[in-house]
């Protein structure tokens, strides 16, 4: 239990250093307690007692980092998706990708690029292969 509870908080920190946790809210500090009091519960022979606590500390953790999630990329415009990866307006799948292939090559942060151009690049590439399958007559 000692060596779950290592790796546990092991991970928590990792997370942490990375960027990808935040300060939880009271309702998550609530949340993760039950769970915690939960799983001692559990582990002391009464699941009837824990593992509702548990399923409920995971349901509202879950809503929580749902409603946290950052809001997706604003969509780029198909004209400028076009002008960035010098494309023309009846470029196919291929040509796109073959385009973006091109260009990520020059402005990848490994190849000496930016992060910035890099996910423009891409979100260039997104957008026109969303627009291809937007336009795509569908069988039925």
């Known amino acids: 239990m000692t060596w779950l509870a290592i790796a546990v908080l092991a991970l928590v920190a990792w997370e942490w ?16 307690l039950l769970g915690l009091a939960g799983a001692v519960l ?17 349901v509202v953790l879950n809503r929580a980092r749902r409603a946290a999630a950052p809001p997706a990329a604003p969509a780029m415009p198909v004209a400028e998706a076009l002008s960035l990866l010098d494309l023309s307006a009846d470029a196919d799948a291929d040509a796109i990708r073959a385009a973006h292939r091109r260009l990520i090559a020059r402005v990848h942060p490994d190849a000496g690029g930016s992060d910035e151009l890099a996910r423009r690049v891409n979100r ?9 399958n937007r336009k795509r007559p569908r069988a039925s």
């Open 42 to 58: 559990a582990a002391k022979g009464k699941p009837l007692f824990g593992l509702p606590l548990i399923a409920g500390a995971a």
């Open 124 to 132: 260039a590439r997104d957008t026109l292969i969303a627009e291809l």
């Open 17 to 32: 250093r990375k960027g990808r946790l935040r300060a939880p809210t009271r309702g998550e500090w609530l949340a993760i």
